[in-house]
């Protein structure tokens, strides 16, 4: 691989552009500008275009009629690093170390758009020019609910006409084993407010006496689920499709145990979920309602005897072919209502949502992809669902019309929202491979 890459990969990833914070809006606008200059730089024309958030760097070849055209999406948002003191190294100080380079946003999704970059890059050094048309959508608000990106595809339509979407924002099943993801799971996100008290109050003088809102909340939250972890929600399921028999059994033959990898990848004691399901299921093709995170009362050193006045909490829901989010946002309110324990009251704000997306691998477009995975790691190809979300990519489906190739890089121990978040030049190099595969495959 020639030293300029690894260069390009260090530049790209020293931008500490964590889009959920605002304090970090002007780097976001620096490493979209980085962007533009590096697409300008191997010839492509590149626009930084401005949002309500933070920008959206669109590129594209010199278009001819009579060949396909290509959206390839990205986002060179990232994460928040914390926890900091985890990190082997600074997060935004990239270092390589047995082959791996660790960063924020190494795999999720520098690395992978650097492989687009620099696979297009080859093809034109190569060509003296890409064989398809393309168009080159890299996003600053995906790891923030990609706000902004359904309006820019509206307003630019006819502008980003196109035959097919390319994304790398997926994984792996393993080192070396080139995998076609044909569907992702939705999202959607509510935040909870409960409150007891006006004020803080001291546990001993009111103790006893009114509800201690963070015993109502953990109250609350325990009604989400049976002790089977189902989700115990009215409705929940209602549109749920079974797993059909075909794909379960396709699944058992991946060749790799998916209860094996949670077991290695997470540490946990034993295996959890739902009942009737292993593990690849039940993250590919079975809801969940996830509690994210919860803060209130004291957290300090020490013990303070206090009855907080207030607690609040932040859940997810991932969703799967038929659920539609807008419904269970719904069922959630009621149920969180329903169930909300005496003596406090319940504030609930909706939070971001993106669908779910199931598509067919066997396509004429799904061939071309999986024959260009072949091509570039020379392994059978993998065809798997995901347990994450890409919320945009049902809207180039909805607005542009096109379905979208899901072919990542991400391996399952690349550390994606975690400390010492890595990507292995190996998967640089057969990205790199890969894009040109795909790129010479969609020209045919
Ligand atoms: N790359 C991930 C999505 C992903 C993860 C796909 C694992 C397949 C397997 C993406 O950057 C991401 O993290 N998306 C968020 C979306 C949310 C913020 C709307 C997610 O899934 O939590
Ligand atoms: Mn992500």
């Not at 924020?104 to 650097?114: S, V």
């Not at 989400?224 to 075909?246: C, M, N, Q, S, T």
């Not at 009942?275 to 919860?294: D, F, H, K, M, Q």
């Amino acid at each position: 691989m020639r030293p300029t890459y690894l260069e390009d990969f260090y530049s790209f990833l020293r931008f500490p552009s964590v889009s959920t914070d605002d304090q970090f809006a002007e780097k976001l606008r620096e490493c979209a500008q980085w962007l533009a200059q590096k697409l300008k730089s191997i010839g492509l024309e590149a626009d930084i275009v401005a949002t309500a958030g933070h920008p959206i760097v669109w590129a594209r070849n010199k278009h001819r009629p009579g060949r396909r055209t290509v959206l390839i999406y990205g986002h060179y948002d990232v994460q928040p690093p914390d926890p900091l003191e985890l990190w082997d190294s600074p997060p935004f100080e990239p270092v390589l170390k047995d082959g791996y380079v660790f960063a924020r946003g190494a795999t999720d999704n520098k690395g992978q758009i650097l492989s687009h970059i620099l696979g297009i890059q080859e093809t034109i050094e190569q060509n003296r020019e890409l064989p398809v048309n393309v168009h080159l959508v890299i996003e600053g608000e995906e790891e923030i609910g990609s706000a902004n990106l359904g309006g820019f595809l509206n307003e630019n339509r006819d502008a980003l006409r196109c035959d097919v979407a390319v994304v790398s924002d997926t994984g792996m099943i393993a080192r070396g084993l080139p995998t076609l993801t044909y569907g992702l799971r939705g999202v959607t996100a509510l935040e909870i407010k409960v409150t007891g008290p006006k004020m803080d109050l001291h546990s001993g003088i009111y103790g006893g006496a009114v509800a201690n809102p963070i015993t109502a909340l953990a109250q609350l939250l325990a009604t989400l689920h049976d002790h089977e972890g189902r989700v115990a929600i009215a409705g929940f399921y209602d549109r749920v499709k079974p797993l059909e028999d075909w794909e379960r059994e396709a699944w058992r033959k991946l060749p790799f145990d998916g209860d094996k990898l949670v077991l290695k990848e997470t540490g946990v004691p034993e295996l959890f979920g739902e009942t009737g399901y292993n593990s690849l299921e039940r993250v590919w093709a079975r809801p969940t309602a996830e509690i994210n995170g919860i803060g209130g009362g004291y957290q300090g050193k020490g013990t303070k005897t206090v009855i907080a006045s207030h607690v609040i909490a932040k859940l997810t829901f991932r969703l799967v072919p038929e659920q539609e989010g807008d419904e269970i946002l719904k069922l959630a309110k009621t149920h969180l209502r329903k169930n909300l324990p005496k003596g406090i009251t319940l504030e609930i704000t909706d939070g971001h949502s993106g669908p779910w997306y199931l598509t067919d691998p066997h396509s004429q477009i799904g061939e071309a992809a999986q024959r260009a995975l072949h091509k570039a790691f020379n392994a059978e190809v993998a065809l798997i669902r995901e347990g994450g979300s890409i919320p945009i990519v049902s809207e180039f489906r909805g607005i542009l019309g096109v379905e979208t190739l899901l072919m990542g890089l991400a391996l399952p121990d690349c550390r994606a929202h975690s400390p010492n978040e890595n990507f292995p030049l190996e998967n640089l190099e057969g990205g790199i491979r890969l894009n040109k595969a795909i790129l010479q495959e969609l020209g045919h």
